[in-house]
C-alpha cells in the first residue's frame, strides 16, 4: 500500500469511528492481518479489545434492571449474545470496514463480497453460518480498532465506548432479538434437568437432514436439504424450541433473559457516553 | 451477622485491600455468597470483577515487551497463567479474606482451613487439586471485591489496578512461574503438529496410575499411587514435558512465554498505578 493511499485510508477510519489517533502507526498495526508481511499484525490489539469489550459489555450488563438477579454462567451467555462474532462482523460490514485491512490472503475479498450479499439478501443468521471463518477476521478488525483506541487513549474506557457503541448503533434492534438456537437448546436442557441435546447425523450424508432428540421426544429435524452442516444444526435446533412439545418450557425459560438483552441492548443505543450514568 | 459484626468486617477489609467504598452496601453484596438467605449476592460483581481483572492483565501484557509477539491464543494462555482460579484463591487465602465471607454452607470452614493447611504444607500446586470447589469461591470473592471497587469508583481501572495490585503482590514471585502441565502438554502437541495427548486410565482403578500418550513415545506414568484423578493427570503431563524424550522440544517452545510470564510478573510487581507508564 502506497504512503498516499495509506494516508487517505488513516483519514477514513478515522473519521467512520470518530476518534483520531495521537499514534497512527496503531491505527495500521490493528488494521494489519497475520498473512500480511509486515512486521505488526493486530494480534495482540485484538485480543486487547476483546478483553475491554467485554469489560464494557458487563458492565452495562450487571447495572440493567435484569443484570442484577442472574449469576455468571447465564451474564456470560447473555454477553455472547449480545458481542460473539457474527455480530461484530455484521459491524465490519455494515460500515465497510474490510476494505482498509491490511493482507495478502487472495480469498477474502471474494469471500467478503458474498458475506454481505448473504447478509443483505439472507438477514437471517443461519443462512450465513458457513462463512465462519471469515466471520472472525472480521470481528477481529473491530476488536483490534477497539483495542487500538484504549491503548491510544491511554486506557480510556471512555473512549474505547463511544467508538464502540457509535459502529454497533446502527446495527441494534432491541426489538429483535436473536440467539443462537443451539446453545438455547442445550441451556433448556440443562435448566430442565434434562439430558443434553443428542445430533443425529444418520441421514445427513443422503439426505442433508440433521436431527436433534431431547428428552425422549420424537425426534426435530432441520427441514429441507441443506448443504451446510452447522446451518442444519441451527435449524434443528430451532424446530425443536418451536415445537409445541418444548415451545411452553423454552418460552418461560427465556423470557426473562429476552427481555434483559433487550433492556441491555436499548441502553447500549441510548448510552452514548460510558460514565453518563454515574457523574451526570 | 449483627451489625457491628458487619460494620467492623467492612472497615477491616477496606483497611486490607485499601479502598474506602462510597456505597458500602456494595461491599456487602460482594463478600455474600449464593448460600446465604440476602436477596443480593456477589454473582454479578464476580462477572464483573473477571471481566475488569482480563482487561487489566489484557493491557499489561500486551505493552509488554514479549506481548508484541504472541498471537491471541497464546495471550489467553498466558493471561490464565497470571491470573487463574488457583492463583485467585491463594490470594484470598494469604489476606484471609474467606473470613468476611457470608454464606450458609456448613462444609466451607473446614474445607478453607484444610486448604489453608495444604497450601502451607504443599506449596506445589498438584497436591491440592481435589479442593477445585472451594477454590471457585475463593477465587469469586477476589473477584467480585474487584468488580465492587470498579462499579463504586465510576469505573476506574485506576481504583481496581490498585486495589487487585495489593492484593496479589505479596503472591507474585517473577522468578518461580508455575505453569499447569496438562494444558502445556496439549500445547506443545499442538504447536508439534502431533496429536493430542492421550490419558489412559486402565491401570487407575487398582494402581492409582495415569498414562499418557503423546506421538508413539512410549507412554509417560504419573508415578506412585495417587487418590485424586485430576493430581494424577497433573503428574503424568509433567513427567512428560520433563522426559528426556520431550525436554528439548518443550523447553525451546516454551523458554519465550516463560520469559514473558516472568517480565508480566515483574511489571505487577512494580507497577504501582494503573496508567504510570503512560502519563509519567
Not at 505488526?40 to 443484570?67: K, M, P, Q, W
Not at 454477553?79 to 487472495?106: G, P, S, T
Not at 438483552?261 to 457523574?279: M, N
Request: glycine share 4%; net charge positive.
Amino acid at each position: 500500500m502506497g504512503k498516499n493511499k495509506c494516508s487517505s485510508a488513516r483519514s477514513e477510519i478515522q473519521k467512520l469511528i470518530g476518534y483520531t489517533f495521537k499514534n497512527p502507526d496503531l491505527l495500521d498495526e490493528a488494521r494489519t492481518h497475520g498473512s500480511s508481511n509486515r512486521s505488526l499484525n493486530y494480534h495482540r490489539l485484538e485480543f486487547l479489545g476483546d478483553a475491554v469489550i467485554s469489560c464494557l459489555i458487563a458492565t452495562v450488563l450487571v447495572e440493567s434492571d435484569g443484570g442484577r438477579e442472574l449469576n455468571q454462567g447465564q451474564l456470560t451467555l447473555l454477553r455472547k449474545d449480545i458481542v460473539d462474532n457474527e455480530k461484530l462482523a455484521c459491524v465490519c460490514i455494515f460500515h465497510d470496514l474490510n476494505k482498509y485491512l491490511i493482507h495478502n490472503e487472495k480469498k477474502f475479498h471474494s469471500r467478503f463480497k458474498e458475506f454481505k450479499r448473504e447478509l443483505r439478501d439472507n438477514p437471517e443468521r443461519d443462512q450465513w453460518r458457513g462463512l465462519v471463518s471469515e466471520l472472525k477476521v472480521l470481528a477481529d478488525l473491530v476488536e483490534s480498532l477497539i483495542g487500538a483506541v484504549f491503548l491510544d487513549s491511554d486506557y480510556s474506557l471512555e473512549k474505547a465506548w463511544k467508538v464502540f457503541v457509535k459502529l454497533l448503533k446502527p446495527l441494534i434492534n432491541p426489538d429483535k432479538v436473536r440467539r443462537d438456537p443451539k446453545t438455547m437448546l442445550k441451556e433448556l436442557c440443562e435448566r430442565m434437568g434434562w439430558k443434553e441435546p443428542y445430533y443425529d447425523y444418520s441421514v445427513w450424508e443422503k439426505r442433508g437432514i440433521v436431527r436433534v432428540r431431547v428428552n425422549g421426544f420424537p425426534p426435530f429435524e432441520s427441514g429441507k436439504r441443506c448443504s451446510n452442516k452447522d446451518v442444519a444444526i441451527a435449524r434443528a435446533a430451532k424446530a425443536a424450541l418451536e415445537s409445541n412439545s418444548l415451545k411452553e418450557y423454552s418460552t418461560s425459560i427465556f423470557l426473562q433473559e429476552s427481555e434483559t438483552i433487550r433492556i441491555v441492548l436499548k441502553a447500549l443505543k441510548e448510552k452514548d457516553t460510558f460514565y453518563s450514568s454515574k457523574t451526570s
